[in-house]
Every structure is written in C-alpha cells, then in structure tokens.
T-cell receptor, first 111, second 115 residues
Framework: QKEVEQDPGPLSVPEGAIVSLNCTYS??????FMWYRQYSRKGPELLMY????GNKEDGRFTAQVDKSSKYISLFIRDSQPSDSATYLC???????????FGRGTSLIVHP | DAGVIQSPRHEVTEMGQEVTLRCKPI?????LFWYRQTMMRGLELLIY????????DSGMPEDRFSAKMPNASFSTLKIQPSEPRDSAVYFC?????????????FGSGTRLTVV
C-alpha cells in the first residue's frame, strides 16, 4: 500500500458543479496537508494547505482534513472551465522537509 | 524573479544516447529537488541538494542517473545511457530554509522521450 492514495480520474463535471477531490494516507505522522494544482505542460503549484485537522477556506476552495480517518478532501464550489487541471495532494510530517505526493486527479470542467 | 527555469522543454533522443537536463533555481533558494513524473507512478523524488550538496539520492533509479550542482544557480541531471523506460516529465523545484514543503516552486519541466 502506498503512503498516499489518490484516484487518478479523470473526473468530468459540468460548469458550476461542486467538485470533491480526495486522498487517503497511512502515515500518522503527517501534520501538513497540501493541495497542488498542475495545469497541462506546467509544474505543480501550491494551491492551499492545512496544518493538522480541520477546515480551511479560500474563495471557492475548501480543504478538509480528518486525521481520525486519515482522509483529506478538496472541495471546489461553482467550478469553472479554468479549474480544469490535475490536482495533487501532498503531505509531510512535522520536522520532515520532504512531502509525499499523491498521483494526482485529473479534473475536467466542461462548459 | 523568473521562477525555476528548466531546459530543454522537450527532448527526444535515441536509446543509448546521453541526455542532460538543466535547472536554474530561484535566487536565494538553498534547496533544489529533482522529480520525475509518469502516469503510472506519479511524482517521484529522485535527489535533492542543500547548499549545493547532495543530501539524499535514494530515489535515483540506477547508476545510469547522476546529478550535480556545481553552484547555487545551476544543476544538471544526466542519464547515460538512456532507455525507453526513462521517458517521463522531469521537474526541478527549489525552496528555502524554514519553508518546509510549503515553499516549493516547480519549474515547467522537461518532457523526455527516448525512442
């Protein structure tokens, strides 16, 4: 079992839909939970992060962490075609520098 | 700052040839990472440097791969000899002390095809 599991998709939704992207993990030491967005032919860029448990909201994006279930989610409200990209979750333990990445989920938002 | 700069953007080479990928990190960043991305395996860390010194190369798949960082503004990843299974997108990322995983900046990658 990989440390971080993420369904590669693709996930195809109509414009305006609520999108839910998820990752599960096995390492209880993970403290930082990150979401990266990667557009086609580009490198990943940090979208948002959460420390430990709880929710964090940034505009149309909400990140959730459930440490008891070892499950994290990224919700996108009112999805737009410009949100079409691959979304990678990443996690790191406190004091450990190197994040562990999921494989990424390809999201397609069609007009 | 122009961000992390990688060259070339695309490379097509024949099996057995030597391939050299280049990276210029963000000025002031003291960590540099080389990653490989494939559909099957996702993003894999190959090697990383701190202050130009290789810290962990356990992700380098085999002796055909080597990486150097002769100074703070330049790094290379070399594959010799190349094989078709090396076909992937190779990313360089840089970060700075204290930023942890939150400080990563990735380049746009080099798409390598070995035929």
């Amino acid at each position: 079992q990989k440390e971080v599991e993420q369904d590669p998709g693709p996930l195809s939704v109509p414009e305006g839909a609520i999108v839910s992207l998820n990752c599960t993990y096995s390492n209880s030491a993970f403290q930082y939970f990150m979401w990266y967005r990667q557009y086609s032919r580009k490198g990943p860029e940090l979208l948002m992060y959460t420390y430990s448990s709880g929710n964090k909201e940034d505009g149309r994006f909400t990140a959730q962490v459930d440490k008891s279930s070892k499950y994290i989610s990224l919700f996108i409200r009112d999805s737009q075609p410009s949100d079409s990209a691959t979304y990678l979750c990443a996690m790191s333990a406190g004091g450990s520098y190197i994040p562990t990445f999921g494989r990424g989920t390809s999201l397609i938002v069609h007009p | 700052d122009a961000g992390v700069i990688q060259s070339p953007r695309h490379e097509v080479t024949e099996m057995g040839q030597e391939v050299t990928l280049r990276c210029k990190p963000i000025s002031g960043h003291d960590y540099l990472f080389w990653y490989r991305q494939t559909m099957m395996r996702g993003l894999e860390l190959l090697i990383y440097f701190n202050n130009n010194v290789p810290i962990d190369d356990s992700g380098m798949p085999e002796d055909r791969f080597s990486a150097k960082m002769p100074n703070a503004s330049f790094s290379t990843l070399k594959i010799q000899p190349s094989e078709p299974r090396d076909s992937a997108v190779y990313f360089c990322a840089s970060s700075f002390e204290g930023a942890g995983a939150l400080g990563y900046t990735f380049g746009s990658g080099t798409r390598l095809t070995v035929v």
